[in-house]
């Protein structure tokens, strides 16, 4: 059974600070997503990572795959008051489900 | 907007009720995927529909159904609900069958079991 752990689950930032994001996954996949949540929110798509050493930015967020290690990284760069949210990183299982990290809460401090 | 619509956004009822969310997925996508998402067991698959046929089912209560019809819209109908039923029920569409590509989630429904 496929499981995703995420570190940290909570990551309290200072802004202008960098930090990393966690993704580990238990069996073979190619296929990694990172989703944003704001509070009571919708998940907002961030990242689709589709093979390995895949390395995709936007903005101040960069997320890597290595599929050999079933890991994935979210580094955020000089963290923004705006970046606070929860983080999910997802990963399609064998039978074609996405299943979920426990997400990280993110909050950057000025 | 992701294009995805679920209706109610809040709904608040009694145990032992049975209520029906309602999601209608982004244009062209056949794809209908059910999420619950709460504090303790964070975002848990329900079920997946590719065109009105079910296709995954993950951790769905037997008291939990739900279908696809033929206009592609989905509902899924949580009956003898309990306390612990609480939770953000997400709709998630995406054009892809089989092999999941990206999903593309709703606001969300708020249920509130009392």
């Known amino acids: 059974e496929l499981k995703v752990e995420q570190n940290p689950l909570f990551l309290s930032m200072q802004e202008g600070k960098n930090y990393t994001i966690y993704c580990n996954y238990s069996?073979?996949?190619?296929?990694l997503y990172w989703y944003r949540q704001d509070p009571g929110k919708s998940l907002e798509s961030l990242f689709v990572?589709?093979?390995?050493?895949a390395v995709k930015q936007e903005g101040r967020l960069m997320a890597s795959l290595d599929t050999k290690a079933r890991l994935s990284t979210l580094h955020i760069t000089a963290a923004v008051h705006d970046l606070s949210a929860t983080y999910f990183c997802?990963?399609?299982?064998?039978?074609?489900?996405?299943?979920f990290g426990q997400g990280t809460e993110l909050s950057v401090k000025p | 907007d992701s294009g995805v619509t679920q209706t109610p956004k809040h709904l608040i009822t009694a145990t032992g009720q049975r209520v029906t969310l309602r999601c209608s997925p982004r244009?062209?996508?056949?794809?209908v995927y059910w999420y619950q998402q709460s504090l303790d067991q964070g975002l848990q698959f329900l079920i997946h529909?590719?065109?009105?046929?079910?296709?995954a089912k993950g951790n769905i209560l037997e008291r939990f159904s739900a279908q696809q019809f033929p206009d592609l819209h989905s509902e899924l109908n949580l009956s003898s609900l309990e306390l612990g039923d609480s939770a953000l029920y997400f709709c998630?569409?995406?054009?892809?069958?089989?092999?999941?590509?990206?999903?593309?989630f709703g606001e969300g429904s708020r249920l509130t079991v009392l």
């Open positions: 997802a990963v399609v299982n064998q039978g074609g489900k996405l299943i």
């Open positions: 529909y590719y065109n009105g046929e079910e296709r």
């Open positions: 998630a569409s995406s054009v892809e069958q089989g092999r999941t590509g990206e999903l593309f």
């Open positions: 990572l589709l093979s390995n050493g």
């Open positions: 069996t073979t996949s190619d296929r």
């Open positions: 244009s062209g996508d056949l794809s």
